[in-house]
């Protein structure tokens, strides 16, 4: 089958415009033409990976790493750590809540229950995003959030906030856009969780004490 990359282009486009929730509109399209909400084409997994190494590139070279094993360290990690398995295992967990504690009983009616490759195709989409916040937008602001002031802790956890509230959301959207699941703002819950850590961050700002975020992270990997 040949690569679909106008497509997948369409669907990066839809994700980065006002209505996101228009990327699962296919999903549903591909349930009545071809019987199940997962891709069928590796396109969008396979612009990602190649964003992944792209992004893995950049960060070396902005940090300066020299050695070839440097890179391949940092590729390995942004995709096999960051976007694999990290999806590997929101989709298990998404999937499990979905259809323990969501599924819609219908008398009269096929049971449906959510793919574990639909939870994985959700993560991609979410992921996306969170790459380009905190690859992306945090690569240009490096000068910024890498600073000792408060203001560059702030401006660090902030990016961070919007990175993963922006990663849950389209998850919620990808399990509110399938018919038979109900109480889909359970995969919003995170995102209270996050604003209350960065409350607490700013409440920490005030006795002298900054958590950084983007230096905390960035420490590990150089």
Same mark, same amino acid.
């Given at each position: 089958?040949q !690569?679909d990359?106008?497509?997948a282009c369409d669907?990066?486009?839809t !994700?980065l ?17 071809k019987n199940?909400w997962?891709?069928d ?6 612009m990602q990976?190649f ?7 950049a960060?070396?070279?902005?940090f300066e ?5 440097g ?5 390995s ?6 976007w ?5 295992v ?14 819609v ?12 490759l639909?939870a ?8 996306? !995003?969170?790459?380009m ?7 240009f602001l ?11 802790a702030?401006?660090s956890?902030?990016?961070?906030l919007?990175g993963?509230?922006t ?6 959207l990808?399990?509110?856009?399938l018919?038979?699941l109900?109480n889909?703002?359970c995969?919003?819950?995170p995102?209270?969780?996050a604003?209350?850590l960065?409350?607490?961050?700013f ?5 002298s ?5 983007s230096?905390?992270i960035?420490?590990v990997?150089?």
């Open positions: 089958k !690569l990359f106008e497509s669907q990066i486009v !994700l415009s006002m209505n996101p929730n228009q990327v699962y509109k296919t999903a549903y399209y591909r349930k009545q033409t199940q997962a891709r084409d590796p396109t969008f997994a396979m990976l964003f992944s190494t792209m992004g893995s590139i960060y070396g070279l902005a790493v020299r050695s070839f094993w890179f391949v360290g940092l590729w990690n942004a995709v096999f750590l960051h694999l398995l990290f999806g590997a929101m989709a298990t967990v998404g999937m499990v809540i979905a259809n323990n504690h969501m599924l009983k219908r008398t009269h009616s096929v049971e449906q229950r959510v793919e574990w639909y994985f195709d959700i993560h991609c989409n979410a992921y996306f !995003l969170l790459f916040v905190l690859y992306v937008g945090q690569l490096l000068p910024i959030v890498l600073g000792r002031s408060h203001f560059a702030a401006a956890n902030i990016l961070y919007v993963f509230s990663y849950f959301y389209i998850s919620h990808g399990y509110r856009s018919p038979f109900k889909t703002e995969f919003l819950y995102v209270v969780v604003v209350i960065l409350a607490s961050s409440l920490l700002g005030i006795f004490v900054k958590v950084n975020l230096r905390i960035l420490d990997y150089f």
